[in-house]
């Protein structure tokens, strides 16, 4: 099982970016995927996920509203939606995957994804 975040990068404040989690070795519906971040000096916390079969996610309640997570399938590739982007973003984006969201939320989950930096300055 293997992920690999990609899509990083410096955007100025108010900007947006879209993030990629692309599997190997398994089939991502299988599993709920998520998305988390860490910032320099703080532990890493979960942006929210998205859940296999259906799709449903789940967002952290401080993260609600500007960040978007879905899955192409026929990817194999999940992906994470930033919009208006502020200095307090950045951090390093990771995906992760698990077969269940309780795993996900409590940031234990099976399978970690190498991270892709974000920076958001002017």
């Known amino acids: 099982v293997q992920l690999q975040a990609s899509g990083g990068g410096l955007v100025q404040p108010g900007g947006s970016l879209r993030l990629s989690c692309e599997a190997s070795g398994f089939t991502l519906d299988d599993y709920v995927i998520g998305w988390f971040r860490q910032a320099p000096g703080k532990d890493r916390e979960i942006i929210g996920g998205i859940i296999k079969g259906g799709g449903s996610t789940y967002y952290a309640d401080s993260m609600k509203g500007r960040f978007a997570i879905s899955r192409d399938n026929a990817k194999n590739t999940a992906y994470l939606q930033m919009n208006n982007l502020k200095p307090e973003d950045t951090a390093v984006y990771y995906c992760?995957?698990?077969?269940?969201?309780?795993?996900?939320?409590?940031?234990?989950?099976?399978?970690w994804g190498r991270g892709t930096q974000v920076t958001v300055s002017s």
């Open positions: 992760a995957a698990d077969l269940k969201l309780h795993n996900l939320v409590v940031v234990t989950p099976a399978y």
